[in-house]
């Protein structure tokens, strides 16, 4: 795992939370949702990590 991962896993926890459990659905709120789905394809896109020792 990596901080790209990480963050997105955490921008969506937050979305999820905020959506489901808060019942917010605003603009802001939205920008979660895009911030994890960016992250993730960046992910994808660059690859993981990978460690040579």
Do not use: E, Y
């Not at 790209?4 to 659905?25: R, Y």
Request: proline share 2%.
């Amino acid at each position: 795992m990596n901080l790209t991962l990480l963050a997105a896993i955490g921008c969506l926890a937050a979305w999820l939370a905020l959506v489901f459990v808060a019942h917010l659905g605003g603009g802001t709120v939205q920008l979660l949702w895009a911030a994890a789905v960016i992250l993730f394809a960046r992910r994808v896109l660059a690859g993981a990590p990978k460690f040579l020792s």
